[in-house]
């Protein structure tokens, strides 16, 4: 339940405290909830942010979210990019078109690639099912104080955010610290940063079109000298522009309502055209945590990681966070994973993340070139690169995971996205999640049955830990109905795949190697186990 400070009683003793109710904090208490654990989640703001920040989100946060169990009846909330010249395009100064990315299609999660949303309405929801989760309690206007581990417990000190000295301690196992850019929990970690020299100052404004606009794009990036600017679809009605800051204007001015008038002008966005929501000026940077826990406190979201949002990657790499630390505490508290398994948690998101901040920060020296000579030669480069026929279906950024990983070397699949298709399972036709299963391991083939190559001991072990197995050569019960399988499977050149809960791929091979594969995940969740589960 969602509480006031002075009606909440904190239980005593629980398996985790998540601080932070952002979407990464209540995501993570959804999964853990889900899960069985006992989670507290404090944030220290009273109510929810009533405007939007992020405002866009990819094919892979959203089957994250369909695993939590929203999507089913929220999907509404998410726009999926569309336009004539794709998702994602270049101008420059005379707004003439330099480069076009086509995004407008489904990706291998089962989702588009790019999608527009309004997060205080996402936040509402992910609350809404956080409050309705067994064992998942909110608590809205505490803050996180200090911290003390001992053995594998950590006692936390809450307090409520107006009322400071009323100290109440709480005990738990671990805490997630997903609060935010300026991390309470990561400063008393004594957690430093990296950071990727990249920083500028950018009005982002967001507004409520009040007449039928015209965009040939989702994202466009107005590479103008002059004002560097994006124009972005934020979600159903809602649309945003981004202006950086020149030299020859002040932060204060930049930040006056009358400033996004101007700078929006030339679009024909005005009083009478549009109502403003938002504007804010916000410094973007790129930087990353040097470690992502200490004994049994862990950071996620923009408490781990901070980058400029030109790839529109921020949130989505929260959402990543969330799952794949909750699936490991999961494992851990139940007793299926070795503690030893939450050590590649930093280590994986580091590498992940630090690829995707670099794209996003070459990108935004491009977006935010002001040397008009220097300009004017990436126009021309931008222009020849357009020829390129491969240039306009170019992917966003898919980096693997960082090392060391929960992986089995095996060609080069692993520690990559593995594929989500429609199915059709009988007389049931969906997203292979909803219908087969998606909450867990998933064990695939595009050959035969893989039960079939499983002792019954293994198969036993591999439902235990949530494993589902599937067949999508078509010979069985499950239709491969759009080819989404069989692309990836030649992509890969590979017969079959082991995902972890997090759909990144644990091990691909040949279909004789499933065996193999389900053996050596039992050895590297639980190194003590006994053989002979293939």
């Known amino acids: 339940m969602t509480s006031p400070p002075e009606a909440t009683a904190f239980r005593p003793v629980v398996d985790c405290v998540v601080v932070g109710g952002g979407p990464v904090g209540l995501l993570t208490a959804i999964f853990l909830g889900q899960a069985g654990l006992r989670v507290t989640v404090v944030e220290r703001w009273p109510q929810r942010y009533p405007l939007p920040r992020a405002c866009t989100i990819d094919h892979e946060a959203l089957r994250v979210l369909q695993a939590a169990g929203l999507m089913a009846e929220h999907a509404g909330l998410f726009e999926a990019s569309q336009g004539d010249r794709g998702g994602y395009e270049f101008r420059n100064g005379e707004g003439d078109l330099l480069q076009a990315i086509d995004w407008n299609r489904t990706a291998e999660s089962g989702w588009a690639n790019t999608n527009g949303f309004h997060q205080p309405d996402l936040e509402a929801v992910l609350e809404e099912l956080a409050t309705a989760t067994p064992g998942v309690s909110v608590h809205r206007g505490w803050t996180f104080q200090a911290m003390a581990q001992h053995h594998e417990e950590v006692t936390v000190e809450l307090a409520p955010t107006h009322q400071p000295?009323?100290?109440?301690?709480?005990?738990?196992?671990?805490?997630?610290?997903?609060?935010?850019?300026?991390?309470?929990?990561?400063?008393?970690?004594?957690?430093?940063?990296?950071?990727?020299?990249?920083?500028?100052?950018?009005?982002?404004?967001?507004?409520?079109?009040?007449?039928?606009?015209?965009?040939?794009?989702?994202?466009?990036?107005?590479?103008?000298?002059?004002?560097?600017?994006?124009?972005?679809?934020?979600?159903?009605?809602?649309?945003?522009?981004?202006?950086?800051?020149?030299?020859?204007?002040?932060?204060?001015?930049?930040?006056?309502?009358?400033?996004?008038?101007?700078?929006?002008?030339?679009?024909?966005?005005t009083p009478d055209t549009a109502r403003l929501e938002r504007h804010a000026v916000y410094t973007f940077r790129g930087r990353w945590a040097h470690a992502w826990n200490r004994g049994n406190v862990f950071l996620a979201g923009d408490a781990a990681h901070l980058m400029p949002p030109f790839l529109g990657q921020g949130l989505c790499s929260g959402i990543r966070d969330a799952r794949a630390l909750a699936w490991r505490l999961a494992m851990v508290h139940r007793g299926l994973a070795a503690p030893a398994v939450l050590d590649t948690y930093g280590p994986e998101r580091t590498g992940h993340v630090r690829e995707i901040i670099d794209e996003a920060v070459a990108a935004g020296r491009v977006i935010c070139e002001l040397d008009v000579d220097r300009a004017a030669a990436r126009d021309t480069e931008m222009t020849q690169r357009s020829h390129d026929p491969d240039a306009g279906t170019r992917e966003p950024p898919h980096p693997r995971l960082g090392e060391p990983s929960l992986t089995l070397a095996s060609g080069g699949a692993e520690g990559r996205l593995s594929p989500q298709g429609r199915i059709r399972n009988a007389d049931c036709v969906g997203l292979f999640d909803d219908i087969v299963g998606g909450g867990g391991w998933q064990l695939i083939s595009i050959v035969g049955d893989p039960t079939e190559l499983l002792s019954a001991e293994g198969h036993s072990w591999f439902r235990r830990i949530g494993g589902v197995v599937a067949d999508v050569s078509g010979a069985g019960p499950i239709q491969d109905l759009d080819g989404a399988y069989e692309r990836w499977f030649t992509a890969h050149g590979c017969e079959a795949f082991l995902a972890r809960p997090d759909f990144y791929v644990f091990a691909a091979g040949e279909h004789t190697d499933i065996p193999r594969f389900v053996s050596q995940l039992r050895g590297a969740l639980q190194p003590d186990s006994a053989e002979g589960t293939s």
């Open 165 to 269: 000295a009323e100290v109440v301690r709480v005990r738990s196992r671990w805490l997630v610290g997903a609060d935010g850019a300026n991390s309470s929990v990561r400063f008393r970690l004594g957690i430093g940063v990296g950071d990727s020299g990249f920083e500028a100052d950018w009005l982002v404004v967001d507004y409520r079109p009040l007449v039928e606009e015209k965009w040939s794009a989702f994202v466009t990036q107005y590479c103008d000298p002059a004002q560097p600017a994006t124009a972005v679809n934020s979600g159903p009605g809602r649309r945003r522009f981004e202006f950086m800051r020149r030299a020859d204007m002040t932060v204060e001015e930049l930040g006056r309502d009358s400033t996004a008038w101007r700078l929006m002008a030339p679009w024909g966005v």
